[in-house]
């Protein structure tokens, strides 16, 4: 069974309506707030391109569980390089990402050319050869700095009539709604006007 969950928000001038169309447990929906959040942050110039806002406001926003996220092994090469390259994409973009992750051996000044290195094992001799050769290096990006920067999980966001700092507004007005029993079984806390969990 797919775990998955669907946010709908509209607003139109006699309407505001704001669903959650859970089919997954609360840690899922957890992860995917958190998956949303990170998606958001790394996108959002993307997505809200030459917004029109009008009194007719609208989002839907749908996260779908990849059954290969939560372990980098069952991942195909392929897949896993594209993680490397949004990787290598968020840290030439981010200025406290070398001290966040400094007390690491792997995190040098070079961190581009390691995973560089890895990219070009990884195509030229396969996922097989690259994780013997790589073990600890992927294990520590896959599994320790993948999942805080990357969002792990398919999003699909559809946003009409609305700016990014709105749809931040009522995705936190949202979160702020769910009950603090369900919000307990989430692994972070997520503040959406910030962007960021922890």
Request: with cysteine; net charge negative; hydrophobic share 35%.
């Amino acid at each position: 069974m797919t775990n998955y969950f669907i946010i709908k928000y509209t607003h139109n001038k006699d309407y505001i309506n704001a669903t959650i169309d859970q089919q997954c447990d609360d840690i899922s929906l957890g992860e995917g707030l958190k998956d949303i959040c990170l998606y958001l942050k790394n996108n959002h110039s993307q997505i809200f391109t030459e917004i029109q806002l009008s009194e007719n406001r609208e989002f839907t926003i749908s996260w779908e569980q990849d059954i290969t996220s939560s372990n980098y092994l069952l991942m195909p090469g392929h897949d896993i390089i594209h993680r490397l390259k949004e990787l290598k994409n968020i840290i030439e973009n981010s200025q406290n990402f070398e001290q966040k992750y400094k007390k690491f051996d792997f995190i040098t000044d070079n961190m581009n050319i390691n995973i560089d290195d890895i990219i070009v094992c990884l195509s030229d001799k396969g996922k097989k050869e690259a994780i013997s050769k790589y073990s600890e290096e992927l294990s520590f990006l896959m599994t320790k700095v993948v999942p805080k920067l990357i969002p792990l999980n398919q999003i699909k966001i559809e946003v009409s009539g609305m700016s990014f700092i709105m749809v931040k507004n009522i995705l936190s007005e949202i979160y702020e709604q769910i009950p603090g029993e369900r919000k307990n079984k989430f692994h972070y806390q997520i503040d959406f006007d910030e962007l960021v969990f922890r």
